[in-house]
């Protein structure tokens, strides 16, 4: 009997322990039921907030220029007196955002650094450097699979007024992105050295090199200004500073022939010229494995017997430096901000430190006027003319 009762003890804390445990349970269900309802009320509420933000401030603009709605966010830009207004609002909160907050935390230097990169491939340095190291406002249109930054109020050494941009694709920056976005099957970075036919251009060409001195110094400037020139090199000083030819060449600048031993070719002979000529090619091919496409003859000398016998362009200029003569900075730079103009080849001379330092300032003002400075054989193509032999040019107007 004592066990009987015992067992039904037992039972009954059973039972009760089970009947504990449901109740247990439905209120737990029952409390996450109320919190679902609760954090959907406040989800609806804030998304409320973003659009109703969102809609004051398309409401507050006269021109919406893009809106780009991402699931984390809504990236609105505006157009207002001539300059873009950037607005990221979160698309949960309703919070204003800032770029750098759709960027990984711990990749925010990584990104930053990406950025001064392609800043500096676009730009030349005295651009570049502000636009890093300056005070300016920066705008960032975040669309689908880019985001183009554009750069107000900074100030440079020259007087470049034309819009600065930036366009950066996902695919540069994907690792550091932190939130959802499509790529592009291809892309291409925005580099200084893609020239536009529809911009001002002028080839600066330099004769009698190479030197050992200023042949690095002056492919540093160059370098420094997303510009290129043409070099036009004697055999003689050539076979005594092969690097400058292979540095000048895969620098992608051009180099063209100014005969092996700068011969007068007009009064040479033909078999002399053709000496002459093929042997500086040959020189060239052995360090380059390229041919010569251009030729400069020494003092702009030559008659029809040279054009009939020469199956290269000849090359001359309409812009004379006369550096060799002066060897003046304020010379050089004058002459050539008094008669510059579109298609211009301009004449210099590599052998002199005033021609080299002319240029540290002659480049940067001649892109801050809208000229793309090229070498003589891309200011052909960009001015649609096609280079043959047996003909001389003395610029591409």
């Known amino acids: 009997m004592k066990l009987k009762i015992s067992n039904l003890i037992i039972v009954i804390l059973v039972l009760l322990l089970i009947i504990s445990t449901l109740l247990g349970v439905f209120k737990f269900l029952n409390n996450k039921n109320d919190d679902n309802a609760t954090n959907n009320k406040n989800s609806v509420i804030k ?17 919406l220029e893009y809106e780009n709605v991402n699931k984390e966010f809504t990236s609105l830009v505006f157009l207002e007196n001539e300059r873009f207004e950037s607005y990221i609002i979160d698309a949960y909160t309703g919070e204003h955002l800032e770029f750098y907050d759709l960027i990984k935390k711990d990749k925010l ?13 676009k730009y030349p340095k005295f651009i570049a450097n502000v636009l890093i190291n300056g005070n300016g406002t920066k705008i960032y249109y975040v669309k689908d699979k880019e985001v183009i930054i554009f750069y107000y109020d900074y100030k440079f050494d020259y007087d470049y007024n034309e819009p600065i ?10 690792d550091y992105l932190n939130f959802s976005y499509e790529l592009n099957e291809t892309y291409e970075n925005e580099n200084g050295y893609n020239y536009n036919k529809e911009k001002k251009s002028v080839a600066i ?54 005969t092996y031993g700068h011969i007068n070719i007009k009064n040479s002979s033909v078999e002399e010229v053709n000496n002459s000529l093929n042997k500086f090619n040959d020189l ?42 002066y060897r003046n900075v304020d010379h050089i730079v004058n002459y050539i901000k008094k008669n510059i103009s ?43 003319v096609e280079l043959t032999g047996n003909k001389a040019y003395g610029s591409f107007k």
């Open 284 to 325: 060239y091919n052995k360090i380059t494995g390229d041919n010569i496409k251009t030729i400069r003859p020494p003092y702009g000398a030559y008659d029809s017997e040279n054009l009939n016998n020469i199956d290269k362009p000849l090359i001359l200029w309409n812009l004379d430096t006369q550096d060799w003569r």
């Open 205 to 258: 060409t330099f004769d009698d090199g190479p030197s050992r001195k200023y042949n690095p110094l002056i492919l540093e400037v160059l370098n420094d200004n997303k510009a290129h020139a043409t070099f036009y090199m004697v055999g003689t000083m050539a076979v005594n500073c092969q690097k400058c030819v292979l540095d000048t060449y895969n620098s992608g600048n051009e180099v063209g022939s100014h």
């Open 342 to 384: 579109d298609g211009s080849i301009i004449l210099m001379h590599e052998l002199y430190e005033s021609s080299y330092e002319s240029l540290k300032i002659i480049l940067p003002w001649l892109y801050s006027q809208g000229y793309q400075i090229v070498s003589v054989s891309e200011l052909a193509g960009l001015k649609g």
């Open 165 to 174: 941009s930036l366009r950066i694709d996902y695919n540069e920056v994907k």
């Open 47 to 63: 998304e409320d907030k973003s659009k109703k933000i969102i809609s004051e401030l398309k409401n507050n603009h006269e021109i």
């Open 109 to 121: 230097q990584e990104y930053i650094n990406k950025e001064n990169e392609l800043i500096n491939l």
